[in-house]
C-alpha cells in the first residue's frame, strides 16, 4: 500500500519494533473504534434506523472503508511525521488555514463532549432514579479526576474495559428478533432518497462515523505511544519501518471493523422495532431506550441504555482531551498525557475548561438527542475541508519523506474526500430548494 523504504530507525537510543499482539491490538485499535461509536453516534444511528428502518442497513458496509482511510492517514501522519494533526497542519500552512480548522474541531469537540454528558445522564437516568443534571455533573467531574490524577497507562486500560459495553448493542438487536431476509435486503440493497430528511441522515452518519475529533485522538494516541516507549524527541519520533506501518494498518481495520459491526446493530436493533411500531422520531435517549421494552423486553432496554453510559465514559475524555490537543498545537505550545498537570498547564486547564463547559450547556435546555444528531451533522461539514488537508500532507514529501501514500491508500482517500463533500453539498442543495 505504501512505498517501502528502509526497515531501520532513524534516530535514538530506543528501538523501534513491531507494536504487535492482541492485548495492544485491542488497546489501540478498538479504543479508537469504540470512541467512535460515542454517544453521539449512538443517538444518530439509532434515530436513522427509528425513521428508516431496515433499509438503512447499507451505511454501514459504505462507510466502512472510509472509516479505515481516514483514520490510517490520520495514524500514519503522527507516526512518520512525531506530532499531532494540527501541530502538522501549523508547520506546513499559513495562519488563515490554520486557525478555522482549529476554531472548528474545537467547537465540534465542545458540542459533542455537552451532547454526551447529556446521553450519558439521559440513559443512566433509566437505570438509577437519579436527576439527569446531577448525573451530568457527577459524569463530568469523574472523568475529569482520571484525566488529571490518572496516567496514559491507566487511561488506556480503563477505555479498553469501556469498549466492551458496546457489545450490548449486538445483544439488543438479537433480542429485536429481526427478519433474516430483511436484513440482508437492507444491507446490500440501497434504498436512497433525494430529500432533506434522508440526506441530512446520510450527512449525520457520514460525519459520526467520520468524526474530526478521531482524527485527532488518533495522530496524537500514535505520538503518545512513542512517547510510552521512549522516544521523548521530535528527532526519536519521526520515522516509521515498514513493521511499524503493518501494525497500524491492522490496529486500524481492527478498530474500524468494531466500529462498523456496532453501527450496524444500533441501526438493526431501532430498525427492527421502533420503525415497525411506528415509533419514528426519538426525542430523548431515556424514550429511545425504553421504547424497546415492549417490543424487545425490558433487557433490549437496560442494554441499550448500558451502551451509552459505558461508552459515554469512553468518548468524553477522548474528545476533551482531542480539544486541548488542538488548542496547544494550534497555539504553538506542546501537551502529552504523560506529563503532570503543573509541567503542562494549558493543556490540562483546556481540558478542564471543556468539561466545564460541556457540563453547563447541558443545563441550558436543548434536548439530548436531538444535538447529538445535529451534533453529526456539524461534524459532517468540519470533515471534508480537515480530510483534504489531510490528503495532501500524506502526500506531501516534506512531511511524509518516502512514506507518502501508495496507490491504493490515495484512492480510498481521495474517492472518501468527494463522498464528504458531495454530501455536505447535497444537504445544502435540499435545504436551498
Sequence with gaps: MDQPVSTSARDGDVPRRDRGGLLRVLSKGVITGAADDDPSAIGTYASAGARFGLGFLWIAPVVLPMMYAVVYLSAKLG???????????????????LYPLV?????GNVIEAAANLGGIGAALNLLVPVP????????????LAFQL????????????????????????????RPDPLEVLRGTFVPRIRFD?????????????????????????????EEIAQGRHSLRARKGATDAELRGTRRDVMVGMLFSNLILYFIILSTGATLHPAGQTEIDSAAQAAAALEPLAGVGATYLFALGVVGVGFLAVPVMTTGAAYDLVQGVGRTGSLHARPGQAKLF???????????AALNFLGFNPMRALVWSGIVQGFSVPPLLLLMMLMTNDRAVMGDRVNGRLTNVLGWITTAVTFAASLCLIATWIV
Design 79 to 97: 507516526q512518520v511525521y512525531g506530532k499531532g494533526l494540527f501541530a502538522i497542519v501549523r508547520d506546513r500552512y499559513p495562519r488563515w488555514v
Design 103 to 107: 476554531l472548528g474541531a474545537f467547537t
Design 132 to 143: 439527569i443534571g446531577v448525573i451530568v455533573v457527577a459524569a463530568a467531574a469523574t472523568i
Design 149 to 176: 490524577f490518572g496516567s496514559y497507562a491507566l487511561l488506556r486500560r480503563l477505555f479498553r474495559w469501556l469498549a466492551l459495553a458496546l457489545f450490548a448493542y449486538v445483544a439488543a438487536a438479537l433480542l429485536a
Design 196 to 224: 432533506a430528511e434522508f440526506l441530512s441522515m446520510v450527512v449525520a452518519c457520514i460525519g459520526t462515523s467520520l468524526s474530526a475529533y478521531i482524527y485527532t485522538w488518533q495522530s496524537n494516541q500514535e505520538v503518545e
Design 348 to 358: 490540562y486547564g483546556t481540558i478542564a475548561a471543556v468539561t466545564v463547559l460541556a
